[in-house]
């Protein structure tokens, strides 16, 4: 019903195109051809002068691409307007037909426009930047790209996931190297018949000897559970954050020798049947 009636009020019928050119004389076209050059390079120097202080900003570049290009056809916008407007073209009657054909495509692209509002959410609140590894909802991986309606990440095992910008705005999003320094957990089992204090202690060891464990920060090794088959333990030490993973892998390959060269019993599940006589 509102498109309608407001198409039937800016339908412009036969009479009103002749009477349009009936009054268009040499001197409008002369006046609306120099305010349309006049309006460009108006345009032109403020898009310019935006460029200039963009350079002298710390706003994000893609922040400042999409304030430029909507400024850029906000300007544009006017620029029509104002030359139709020169021209004798009944303005009211363009704008409702502009807004009616602005409504429309905004509401085909529902989906769109909410990722690119995510886009700007992710960019002005900056929860992660390019480079950073992230894990977003069940997805993990190195930020590559935060561009207007995915986001994309490269994983482990060197794989391209592209999530959509508003998927990422209304889930979790855990930042891991949004800071210089991280704690590492690694996750161990041993023997019923080995002492705790004598596991820990190895752990510790194994953990203090690499050369990329943080002397600042504390080394520590606890029990975690008792299960059927073995005593769980936790060791917690600290690294650089870009050092996390050489840290987690190598402790972790050498844990079986540590414990092979103190006597420490990596337990597996298993169940002891005793017979009796």
Same mark, same amino acid.
């Not at 004389?25 to 403020?46: D, G, M, Q, R, S």
């Not at 999003?173 to 590492?184: G, L, Q």
């Given at each position: 019903?509102?498109?309608?009636?407001?198409?039937?009020?800016?339908?412009?019928?036969?009479?009103?195109?002749?009477?349009?050119?009936?009054?268009?004389?040499?001197?409008?076209?002369?006046?609306?051809?120099?305010?349309?050059?006049?309006?460009?390079?108006?345009?032109?120097?403020?898009?310019?002068?935006?460029?200039?202080?963009?350079?002298?900003?710390?706003?994000?570049?893609?922040?400042?691409?999409?304030?430029?290009?909507? !400024?850029?056809? $906000? %300007?544009?916008?006017? /620029? @029509?307007?104002?030359?139709?407007? =020169?021209?004798?073209?009944?303005?009211?009657? +363009?704008?409702?037909?502009?807004?009616?054909?602005?409504?429309?495509?905004?509401?085909?692209?529902?989906?769109?426009?909410?990722?690119?509002?995510?886009?700007?959410?992710?960019?002005?609140?900056?929860?992660?930047?390019?480079?950073?590894?992230?894990?977003?909802?069940?997805? !993990?991986?190195? $930020? %590559?790209?935060?561009? /207007? @309606?995915?986001?994309?990440?490269? =994983?482990?095992?060197?794989?391209?996931?592209? +999530?959509?910008?508003?998927?990422?705005?209304?889930?979790?999003?855990?930042?891991?190297?949004?800071?210089?320094?991280?704690?590492?957990?690694?996750?161990?089992?041993?023997?019923?018949?080995?002492?705790?204090?004598?596991?820990?202690?190895?752990?510790?060891?194994?953990?203090? !000897?690499?050369?990329?464990?943080?002397?600042?920060?504390?080394?520590?090794?606890?029990?975690?559970?008792?299960?059927?088959?073995?005593?769980?333990?936790?060791?917690?030490?600290?690294?650089?954050?870009?050092?996390?993973?050489?840290?987690?892998?190598?402790?972790?390959?050498?844990?079986?020798?540590?414990?092979?060269?103190?006597?420490?019993?990596?337990?597996?599940?298993?169940?002891?049947?005793?017979?009796?006589?």
């Amino acid at each position: 019903m509102f498109f309608s009636s407001v198409l039937d009020s800016a339908a412009i019928d036969e009479k009103q195109v002749q009477s349009f050119f009936s009054k268009l004389t040499l001197e409008k076209l002369l006046y609306a051809a120099v305010l349309l050059v006049l309006c460009a390079v108006l345009i032109k120097l403020i898009l310019k002068a935006a460029d200039k202080l963009f350079s002298h900003s710390k706003l994000d570049h893609t922040i400042f691409g999409f304030l430029r290009t909507t !400024a850029k056809a $906000v %300007l544009i916008f006017i /620029a @029509v307007m104002l030359v139709a407007g =020169t021209l004798g073209i009944d303005t009211s009657s +363009l704008l409702a037909i502009l807004s009616v054909a602005g409504l429309a495509v905004s509401l085909s692209m529902q989906t769109a426009l909410s990722n690119v509002a995510g886009a700007l959410m992710i960019l002005t609140a900056k929860p992660f930047r390019s480079g950073d590894y992230v894990q977003i909802g069940d997805k !993990a991986g190195t $930020v %590559l790209t935060i561009g /207007a @309606v995915y986001t994309s990440l490269r =994983t482990y095992d060197n794989q391209i996931i592209y +999530l959509p910008n508003s998927q990422i705005t209304t889930g979790s999003i855990v930042n891991m190297t949004s800071e210089d320094v991280r704690r590492i957990d690694v996750n161990v089992s041993a023997s019923y018949d080995d002492a705790a204090d004598k596991v820990r202690a190895a752990l510790c060891a194994a953990a203090a !000897a690499h050369e990329k464990t943080l002397r600042d920060r504390p080394v520590e090794a606890h029990v975690v559970s008792y299960g059927d088959s073995s005593i769980q333990y936790v060791l917690r030490f600290w690294a650089r954050t870009e050092d996390y993973w050489t840290c987690y892998n190598d402790v972790l390959d050498g844990m079986q020798e540590v414990f092979s060269a103190a006597g420490i019993t990596m337990c597996y599940p298993h169940i002891n049947v005793h017979m009796g006589s």
